[in-house]
């Protein structure tokens, strides 16, 4: 598992560096409006891919096909068939509609061409998630990790040259997306044609439908949280969704451990032989976790402003929504750890509530302070729903001890707390000093009302429990 993680983690890592190092040249070569309609469109092409296109089969051919009597190239084919055929009906229909859809979305009738792209990296995500989750089904992760590095390498590199070169815009943004899609899935694809020239079946087709729907539903609704984009340019404007995803660029590299965390404790979680010694170390993972990745994200939040000045300088009104979102993926890690109760008893349906009360309030928050904080409001909003998903796991789950929920409660409110300090304390160096005083004493309030001592570690490492939990 630790070359696992090992590789995951270099293509994590090179994906989250060359996607940094590229917002100054491309917040420099696009305008927030063109950057706004890049986010919009692509954001809304990934949740077309979840809700229309997977239908959670994707999660139910790993099941199927580790099955005694299963085939698993004809599983898998029927999986990239499935997906294909569903990108190709919706997208009849929105090159059919493009004019009217490119008006809807970015307010401008002449940015169809844009549509087509966003819908063409819709296909090709049918058929590249297809052949990484074939790769990870035979346990070559290195080749799924060559692929996310070379993706994360190959799409700033050619928008640079699109966007900055040839000077064609967010709609040549796109199409750099698109192209390094399908540059870096070929070798997949050569490496899979035992699986891609196998014959698939309709009646696999079939039960991974009725196996995945109910999955599929969930997915769905995890998915729409990200409409936040789609909410701050249509109800502030496209600048506005501009300099939002300006933010959540510079909150991705926290994001990362997030998907680093759910490559750890997924395989465990799925094949677990002592079940409450697992869910024992995971109570004192969450406090040690908490402590440090809480205190971190305050510190990366209070130097919002000065690292905006150095990478982005005309997007300086990012920084009270990045001080937000920097603590959004410490409160899925939450969510992941405390519903690993419900993995262990493939409970699907709790897990149907956690992504209702998820989704539900970090819409809901979005629509109503968007308008009145703009990207802050929808920032705002995806903290809350992700504290509200994460107690609604505990509280389901029942499977985790120890005092989780003061840990919960310190990921919860930095989010907010981070918005006011950059409010109060906005201009950049000048404000740093008081700033980063705020971010030491946050930090040592952590490790005051967390217990993250050597016991907590000892637990995680499988050792004696905590006398304090």
């Not at 196998?198 to 009725?210: I, T, V």
């Not at 750890?264 to 677990?272: I, N, T, V």
Request: positive net charge; proline residues 5%; aromatic residues 6%.
């Amino acid at each position: 598992m630790r070359s696992t993680l090992g590789a995951y983690g270099i293509a994590l890592a090179i994906q989250r560096a060359f996607g940094i190092l590229m917002v100054p040249v491309l917040t420099w070569a696009v305008s927030p409006a063109e950057l706004g309609a890049f986010a919009v469109l692509t954001t809304l092409a990934f949740i077309t891919f979840m809700t229309l296109v997977d239908l959670g089969i994707g999660t139910m051919a790993f099941r199927v096909a580790s099955e005694d009597d299963a085939n698993p190239s004809e599983v898998f084919v029927t999986v990239l068939w499935t997906r294909v055929v569903a990108a190709l009906v919706v997208g009849a229909v929105v090159l059919s509609l493009r004019g009217p859809v490119a008006h809807w979305l970015v307010r401008d009738s002449d940015a169809t061409l844009a549509v087509s792209l966003a819908w063409g990296t819709v296909l090709a995500r049918a058929i590249t998630q297809t052949l990484t989750d074939w790769y990870r089904h035979l346990h070559r992760d290195r080749a799924v990790a060559i692929y996310v590095g070379a993706l994360g390498v190959l799409e700033p590199l050619l928008a640079v040259l699109l966007v900055v070169v040839c000077k064609l815009g967010f709609t040549g943004w796109i199409a750099a997306l698109l192209t390094a899609q399908v540059v870096a899935g070929l070798p997949l694809a050569v490496g899979a044609k035992e699986m891609v020239l196998h014959r698939g079946s309709a009646s696999m087709a079939r039960r991974l439908l009725r196996l995945g729907i109910p999955v599929g539903l969930m997915q769905s609704l995890h998915a729409l949280r990200d409409l936040d984009r789609y909410l701050v340019a249509r109800l502030e404007s496209l600048p506005a969704a501009g300099v939002y995803e300006v933010a959540i660029k510079l909150a991705a590299p926290i994001a990362a451990l997030n998907v680093l965390l759910a490559l750890a404790l997924e395989p465990r979680a799925l094949a677990a032989r002592e079940p409450p010694k697992l869910l024992k170390q995971a109570s004192a993972f969450i406090n040690v976790y908490t402590a440090y990745a809480a205190s971190g994200a305050f510190l990366v939040a209070m130097c919002a402003p000065e690292i905006l000045l150095v990478f982005a300088p005309g997007y300086r009104g990012a920084a009270a929504a990045a001080g937000v979102l920097v603590f959004v993926p410490v409160l899925e890690v939450h969510r992941r750890v405390f519903g690993l109760p419900l993995d262990l008893a493939q409970r699907t349906r709790g897990w149907l509530w956690v992504t209702l009360a998820n989704a539900g309030v970090a819409l809901g928050v979005a629509v109503a302070l968007v308008p009145r904080l703009g990207g802050l409001g929808a920032a705002l909003g995806l903290t809350a729903g992700a504290a509200l998903g994460a107690w609604v796991a505990r509280a389901v789950a029942r499977g985790l001890e120890g005092p989780m929920l003061r840990a919960l409660g310190v990921a919860a409110v930095g989010g907010p707390l981070a918005a006011v300090a950059l409010h109060r304390l906005p201009v950049p160096v000048s404000g740093l000093p008081l700033r980063l005083a705020l971010a030491a004493t946050f930090a040592i309030a952590c490790f005051v009302l967390i217990p993250a001592g050597a016991s907590s570690w000892r637990r995680m490492a499988g050792g004696l429990p905590s006398e304090r939990g």
